[in-house]
């Protein structure tokens, strides 16, 4: 084979390699599922002043004094302030959170475990605006827990950290006040 007949070769496959890349390739197709990744609540962990932990008929309020985090009800209560900041950060900042269902019925809430008696966090803001959130049940790898926002009608997959922190939030303040009222 002479040196010709390898140029001719090369400018061949150049032109058809040119000709696939501007006519043939086309982008793939979209996948079927696409997850929306966002913040539970779209606020600032700084701009929040107090949260409201419900559940089981109890209600824990936290809220931010001197640049720290106290309980405020029940009285006596004593939780880190830590614990209450990674919750406010989860919700916040910290971690995203995928849209599951963008509009559900009112029945189909119950098939993710949002239902009244479910446990709420109502955040403060600066300024008096307040924002809730309900958690539900753990999705079935157990790996997060579905959640709805009184801002939207959506339902939220979110991290199981925020279950986690609330749940720690009520132990520690439901115990601490069993303890003062013992007394």
């Known amino acids: 084979m002479s040196w010709r007949t390898t140029i001719a070769y090369w400018v061949v496959f150049a032109v058809l390699g040119a000709y696939y890349v501007v006519f043939e390739r086309r982008a793939p ?34 809220e931010r004094r001197e640049k720290r985090w106290q309980i405020v009800k029940p009285e006596g209560a004593k939780v880190p302030p830590d614990l209450v900041s990674a919750l406010i950060e989860n919700l916040t900042d910290k971690q995203e959170a995928e849209e599951i269902n963008a509009a559900p019925k009112p029945e189909e809430l119950q098939a993710f475990g949002l239902t009244e008696s479910s446990p709420e966090l109502e955040v403060e803001l600066t300024g008096g605006k307040k924002l809730s959130v309900k958690l539900g049940s753990r999705n079935p790898p157990q790996t997060a827990i ?18 986690y922190y609330a749940d720690l939030l009520y132990e520690a303040s439901v115990h601490a006040a069993k303890t003062v009222a013992a007394k």
């Open 29 to 62: 197709p979209p996948a079927e599922v696409q997850f929306v990744r966002e913040k539970v609540l779209d606020v600032f962990s700084d701009d929040v002043t107090a949260i409201t932990l419900r559940r089981d008929g109890n209600e824990i309020r936290c």
């Open 146 to 163: 579905y959640a709805k926002t009184n801002t939207s009608p959506r339902v939220l997959l979110v991290g199981v950290n925020v279950q």
